[in-house]
């Protein structure tokens, strides 16, 4: 089942549909440092930026993500790309009050990366609060899954700073940014923390 991409609005960033139409404004958001993206697979050059969107859209057509541009509210500046992706409906049995949904049960949010002015910005947080609203409050999902790279000391601590819980690490999860076997840093939060970690991602856009 394709899912309706949404657009999701915050004060600062908007998350839109990622469409080929986005290929000359995420190659000029990627064109910066490598060095941005050390643990991060981004695509750098336009050919890579298209073959990046393509991919992504057919995932989206199989009905296994949702990907977005977060774009800047301000001027309309696209500053990266996020995504639900390995989207999941669970086989509830006849009779159950999940039976039926059209809404998915389970996913994870990843994919995402911003251009170098954006980094230390809010705009991380704030489309991590949209994307989260929308999956536990529209969706009614019962869990989100995050991964990092193992060596991605930033990154695990912004997860564990939302209220990701720590459940392990997959050896040679996934193939890494520098094209070795990654071993992932695996976190989760479930419907019953949503409320927790929603509060928590509040109280960061205020600070910021």
Sequence with gaps: MIL???????????L??????????????????PALYQWSAVPVGRDAVLQYIQAAVALRDAGTAVPFVTVRIS??????????????????????PRH?????????I???WLTAPAIRSAANTEAKLLMLTHAFEVWGMLRVCLHTDARNKRSQAAIERIGGKFEGVLRAHRLAADFTPRDS??????AA?????????IERLRSN
Aim: with cysteine; aromatic share 10%; glycine share 8%.
């Design 185 to 190: 840093f695996r976190y989760s939060i479930v």
């Design 75 to 96: 001027d309309g500046v696209v500053l990266g790309s996020t995504r639900f992706f390995d989207i999941e409906r669970w086989p509830w049995p006849t009779g159950h």
């Design 4 to 14: 309706d991409p949404p657009v999701l609005s915050g004060k600062t960033i908007r």
């Design 100 to 108: 039926g949904r059209e809404h998915p049960d389970a996913c994870e």
């Design 193 to 201: 923390e949503w409320p927790d970690a929603k509060q928590r991602l």
């Design 16 to 33: 839109e549909p990622l469409a080929l139409s986005h290929a000359e404004a995420l190659t000029a958001a990627s064109a910066g440092s």
């Design 110 to 112: 990843g994919y995402t």
